[in-house]
């Protein structure tokens, strides 16, 4: 029965909430007020899953269900909060892939895609700004790191965890 209840009750976080921190009063909500955990350990998983790979939803659900049911549990609740997300997805694909071929869903595809590049390219300088500025100055050392790395990805083709070493390791080296 807790399992059952743990599955609904992270399908709802998962259907209720907009991911991120958006997440995280309705999962107090549906984890603290039916005793599973404290306020206490909610704050305390809450810091984990912010520093562990992975949405927050999904490692809230995780711990949790791991705190009441075990691995049975963290299995049931991550299930659960990842329904919604997956049904979508699974809706769209079949929708997707059903009219491919229609000339209207060609003609949306083709005027999404610069729009995702678009909000992409956005978040770059932002993300600048705050990679490469140190209270308003430009970090030399930041702009020539990144220059390495964009050498490293597209002309030696380094892997992702490689990278990341190698740029932390740079910081360490030659940055104040």
Known sequence: ?????????????????????????????????????????????????EMTPGSLGVNCATFVGLQVANVGGALI?????????????????????????????????????PVCLGMIISVIFPLAQTNYMFMNIVSWQ????????????MKFKWRIPAVIGFSALCGILFVR
């Open 142 to 153: 930041a702009i020539v790191i990144g220059c390495a790395v964009l050498v490293l990805i």
């Open 1 to 49: 029965m807790v399992l059952l209840e743990l599955f609904l009750s992270f399908v709802k976080i998962g259907f209720c909430s907009f991911g991120g921190l958006s997440m995280i009063p309705v999962i107090s909500e549906e984890t603290v007020s039916k005793g599973w955990i404290t306020a206490q350990q909610l704050s305390d998983i809450v810091g984990i899953a």
């Open 77 to 113: 609740a991550t299930l659960g909060v990842m329904m919604p997300s997956l049904t979508v997805c699974m809706a769209a694909a079949h929708f997707i892939m059903k009219f491919k071929d229609n000339k209207y869903l060609q003609n949306a595809m083709w005027g999404i895609r």
